[in-house]
């Protein structure tokens, strides 16, 4: 990456990376900059990200500040192509060996942002995800896209292996509160977070909501390992729990 930035400005093509509200959560924001990013890197290609004032760019940022552009700085290129994640649904998987902190760093507000959401962190910790789908999201359903987005798992599954974990301290992260509340009741080795679950593509969702969406990535990311949880009909886990565990290069299982 280093070798990359130094020969940045000598690269004659630029690919602007063009990421709205509602086109994805921070899972999605993540992984198709990185897919873009990897082709950029080994065609020797200008890559931006195009500034759109989203939420999560305040707690996620860019350790480049070479590669993020505004609006009025895009009109000035020449030779670009402008790219967004529709342009990668036929083969949305990151497959780079790019790790996500080789770019990106957590704003201190995140850090600071812990212990308001978890009052006691362990120093060593594993986590699950479990992604039920936009279905069960506790919001106003007039500002879900996809209203009938469900995700596959088995609870058994999920049961065996917070019981095989007995020893551990695991954090448990899902994106319906009532499924949280429900697990940690049953197993006493289950941590949670106090974070208000808002999903980051929807337009309802509030600043607190976003830091703290960014603030249980950044938990996630921190972990020994992550057991994701919940397909979706191509049998895929969450982008979410994926690219966290792209973040820093840590033990994944699906």
Known sequence: MENYIENFNGYDKSIVYNFQLGWGGIGD??????????????NNIKMYHKINDLPIEKYIKLKYKCMSITSNEISKLKNVAIRQPQDYYSNDQYRGNIHVNE????????????SNILPYLPDNYISIHLRLGDKFLETDQK??????????YSEDTLYKFIEGNSDQNILFFCDNNSYKQKIKKKYHNII???????????SNTTEQQTLDAVTDF???S???????????HQGRSSGFSKMAAIFHNIKYIE
């Open 222 to 232: 921190n972990s020994q390992l992550i057991y994701a949880v919940g397909s979706n």
């Open 218 to 220: 950044y938990l996630l």
């Open 103 to 114: 770019v990106f760093y957590f704003d201190d507000l995140v850090k600071q942002n812990v």
């Open 29 to 42: 924001f993540l992984k198709f900059f990185m897919i873009i990013l990897a082709q950029c890197v080994q």
């Open 143 to 152: 500002f879900i896209h996809v209203k009938h987005d469900t995700r596959q």
């Open 192 to 202: 949670i977070t106090d974070a208000i679950i808002g999903h980051t593509s929807l």
